[in-house]
C-alpha cells in the first residue's frame, strides 16, 4: 500500500518550453503532497507543499511563477515548470501523506528527471 | 534554523562488518525521526521511523536506530551489511510548528563490497 507513481520518469525539452509533471497516489488519498528538487550528489530539497484544494506553500527562494503546483484532486499533484532553463534541469521527486495511519509519513514517488537543452 | 546533518558522506564496508551512520538535529523542541534509503535507480523508501516511545527502533531489513535525546542524534545502525545494502541513507526530521515538513540530511553514501 501507499504507492506514490510520477509521469515522466524523465523528460528532455528546449529552452524556454513548459514542462508538466503529474504525481499520483494509487491507492490512497493524498491531503498532502510535497515536491521536491534533487540535485547530483545533493539532499532533497523542500520546494512546495500542496494541500488538496488550497494554493500551494512555497518555498523561501523558490518562483511560485515558474514553478506552478496545482493539487486538484485527492489522488493527482502537478508540477510545471514554465519557460524552462538549463538551470532548471534537475530530479524532481513528490511525496503524499494521506489520512489517518498514512498521515504520520511521507511516501516518495521515483522522481522525474528533467533535462532542458 | 533546524537542520539535520549526516557526518558520513561515503562510507565502504565489506559484508558483514557493522553498520553505524550518524545522524543529528539541532532543535529543542519536539522531532519526529525518519531513516529513508535510496537504491541505486530507485525511489525512496521508508526504512523506519520514531515518533515516541521506546527509543530503540527496529525498521525493515535489519535495521535499526535509537534516539538519544540528550545528544539530539538518531544514528541508524545494521549489525552484519549485505552487498544488497549498497545504497544512500537519508536520515529526516519533522519539526513540531514545521508543518509536518521534512527536513532531510546530505546523506550518506554506502557501499558494501564482497
Known amino acids: 500500500g501507499a504507492v506514490v507513481s510520477q509521469h515522466p520518469s524523465w523528460v528532455i525539452c528546449k529552452s524556454g518550453t513548459s514542462v508538466k509533471i503529474e504525481c499520483r497516489s494509487l491507492?490512497?488519498?493524498?491531503?498532502?503532497m510535497f515536491w521536491y528538487r534533487q540535485f547530483p550528489k545533493q539532499s532533497l530539497m523542500l520546494m512546495a507543499t500542496s494541500n488538496e484544494g488550497s494554493k500551494a506553500t512555497y518555498e523561501q527562494g523558490v518562483e511560485k511563477d515558474k514553478f506552478l503546483i496545482n493539487h486538484a484532486s485527492l489522488t493527482l499533484s502537478t508540477l510545471t515548470v514554465t519557460s524552462a532553463h538549463p538551470e532548471d534541469s534537475s530530479f524532481y521527486i513528490c511525496s503524499a501523506r494521506g489520512r489517518g495511519a498514512l498521515q504520520e509519513t511521507q511516501y516518495f514517488g521515483p522522481g522525474t528527471r528533467l533535462l532542458v537543452l | 534554523a533546524q537542520s539535520v546533518s549526516q557526518h558520513n558522506h561515503h562510507v565502504i564496508l565489506s559484508e558483514a562488518a557493522s553498520l553505524e551512520l550518524g545522524c543529528n538535529y539541532s532543535y529543542g523542541g519536539t522531532v519526529n525521526l525518519f531513516w529513508y534509503v535510496q537504491y541505486p535507480g530507485q525511489h525512496l523508501q521508508l526504512l523506519l521511523k520514531y515518533f515516541s516511545g521506546d527509543p530503540l527502533v527496529k525498521g525493515i531489513k535489519g535495521f535499526e536506530a535509537e534516539f538519544i535525546k540528550s545528544k539530539f542524534s538518531f544514528n541508524l545502525r545494521k549489525p552484519s551489511v549485505q552487498w544488497s545494502d549498497t545504497a544512500e541513507y537519508f536520515c529526516?526530521?519533522?519539526?513540531?510548528?514545521?508543518?509536518?515538513?521534512?527536513?532531510f540530511g546530505t546523506g550518506t553514501q554506502l557501499k558494501v563490497e564482497l
Open positions: 491507492d490512497f488519498q493524498a491531503t498532502t
Open positions: 529526516a526530521v519533522t519539526f513540531t510548528g514545521g508543518g509536518n515538513k521534512l527536513t
